[in-house]
């Protein structure tokens, strides 16, 4: 990034560029044909939301009540907290759902 930056000031002041393309001439700043050959790229990254309701519930597999996992996760807090070990409430989940696991399994 910081090169392409970089890039701008000297391209900003380098002479217009010249492009014969089916017999017409364009001329174009050189910023501006960078710009278009940076947006002629292939896509490097997609945003678009891939999670939906039909794919992707939010719970773990087993968990059919939200407020039940959320009220196990805190219990979990609460006695790491207790014990002198404390984890945060995302590692508490972690640690609940692989107690699922384990007892889905037996």
């Known amino acids: 990034r910081d090169k392409a930056l ?3 000031p000297v391209l900003s002041v380098a002479a217009p560029l010249e ?3 089916e ?3 364009r001329t174009v700043s050189a910023v501006d044909a960078l710009k278009d050959v940076l947006e002629s790229l292939p896509v490097q990254v997609d ?3 891939r999670a939906t309701r039909d794919n992707c519930s939010g719970l773990p597999p087993g968990v059919d009540d939200p407020r039940e996992f959320a009220e196990a996760v805190r219990k979990v807090v609460a006695e790491r907290e207790k014990a002198g070990t404390p984890v945060s409430f995302s590692e508490a989940a972690v640690i609940v759902e ?3 696991s384990k007892a889905g399994a037996k």
Do not use: D, I, Q, S
């Open 6 to 8: 970089a890039l701008v």
């Open 19 to 21: 492009f014969a393309e």
């Open 23 to 25: 017999g017409k001439t």
């Open 47 to 49: 945003f678009r939301e």
């Open 98 to 100: 692989k107690n699922l």
